[in-house]
């Protein structure tokens, strides 16, 4: 990575970058010229000289710690100006009410949803520490992290706690000598691969599979691209730490 006088060299980093709002997500940081960096359990769909892509299990806590650390080396950093980190990698399954369903899909969500998100976490501010230049890390929330749903314990506890885990985050940092700035982004409803899983559910299990079918026919979802065109207007207006900023009331408060 070379250094251009005048030139902001950026390094972003995001899990789960292969499709969905990770892949939209990952064109938009490319178009604007950054070093990206990439992580699933799938091939990714596109190739670009900016563009790093692992294909890694992020269940896997060492292999996912691995990876990130990797990253996050000396070498990699030296010539770096900015430095982004997206917790974007989740699940929303499994879509069953307490008691019911299999423990291995629910631990597999908890490891997914809230265990990699917190442990990568503490590998970027171990490894970033001295770096000197704009640290940022963005956990994808959800709305069910502030509002119970039957069917979705899981969701909305694993989102509640990564929401709590940035605030704390967000306070400790205050303390540093190069301080990370870390927020949470809620998308709200996009047409991704997660709505078909919610739409497969049935009412039994979920309750409110109506709207969310209703969502689809009417095509009232949103693109992941419009939603990661948010995020980066959100990026580039430095927001306050500590926050959760919703796609939906960022996009009325620009209006």
Same mark, same amino acid.
């Given at each position: 990575? !070379?250094?251009?006088?005048?030139?902001?060299?950026? %390094?972003?980093?995001?899990?789960?970058?292969?499709?969905?709002?990770?892949?939209?997500? @990952? &064109?938009?940081?490319?178009?604007?010229?950054?070093?990206?960096?990439?992580?699933?359990?799938?091939?990714?769909?596109?190739?670009?000289?900016?563009?790093?892509?692992?294909?890694?299990?992020?269940?896997?806590?060492?292999? $996912?710690?691995?990876?990130?650390?990797?990253?996050?080396?000396?070498?990699?950093?030296?010539?770096?100006?900015? %430095?982004?980190?997206?917790? &974007? $990698?989740?699940?929303?399954?499994? %879509?069953?009410?307490?008691?019911?369903?299999?423990?291995?899909?629910?631990?597999?969500?908890? *490891?997914?949803? !809230?265990?990699?998100? @917190?442990? !990568?976490?503490? @590998?970027?501010?171990?490894? *970033?520490?001295?770096?000197?230049?704009?640290? *940022?890390?963005?956990?994808?929330?959800?709305?069910?992290?502030?509002?119970?749903?039957?069917?979705? +314990?899981?969701?909305?506890?694993?989102? $509640?706690?990564?929401?709590?885990?940035?605030? *704390?985050?967000?306070?400790?940092?205050? &303390?540093?000598?190069?301080?990370? &700035?870390?927020?949470?982004? +809620?998308?709200?409803?996009?047409?991704?691969?997660?709505?078909?899983?919610?739409?497969?559910?049935?009412?039994?299990?979920?309750?409110?599979?109506?709207?969310?079918?209703?969502?689809?026919?009417?095509?009232?979802?949103?693109?992941?691209?419009?939603? $990661?065109?948010? =995020? =980066?207007?959100? =990026?580039?207006?430095?927001?306050?730490?500590?926050?959760?900023?919703?796609?939906?009331?960022?996009?009325?408060?620009?209006?």
């Amino acid at each position: 990575m !070379l250094s251009r006088e005048g030139i902001v060299i950026r %390094i972003s980093i995001v899990t789960g970058g292969s499709k969905g709002f990770g892949l939209a997500l @990952v &064109n938009r940081l490319l178009s604007r010229g950054d070093h990206v960096y990439t992580a699933a359990r799938s091939a990714a769909p596109i190739s670009d000289p900016m563009l790093t892509h692992t294909q890694v299990d992020l269940t896997d806590e060492v292999a $996912a710690a691995a990876w990130l650390q990797d990253i996050l080396s000396p070498q990699t950093m030296v010539d770096a100006d900015d %430095i982004l980190f997206v917790n &974007n $990698a989740g699940m929303v399954t499994p %879509i069953k009410r307490v008691g019911q369903g299999g423990q291995e899909t629910l631990h597999q969500h908890y *490891t997914l949803n !809230l265990v990699i998100p @917190v442990l !990568l976490s503490h @590998v970027f501010a171990e490894q *970033t520490q001295s770096f000197k230049g704009k640290k *940022t890390i963005v956990h994808l929330s959800s709305g069910a992290a502030k509002s119970p749903y039957k069917g979705w +314990s899981a969701y909305c506890n694993s989102k $509640a706690g990564l929401d709590m885990f940035m605030r *704390t985050l967000h306070e400790e940092q205050q &303390n540093e000598e190069h301080p990370i &700035n870390t927020f949470s982004f +809620s998308p709200g409803t996009i047409d991704t691969d997660m709505q078909g899983e919610i739409r497969k559910s049935s009412k039994q299990d979920f309750e409110q599979i109506e709207r969310f079918q209703q969502l689809y026919e009417t095509g009232t979802l949103k693109s992941p691209d419009e939603v $990661a065109s948010i =995020l =980066l207007d959100l =990026l580039a207006d430095d927001p306050v730490g500590g926050c959760v900023y919703d796609a939906r009331e960022y996009v009325k408060k620009q209006s």
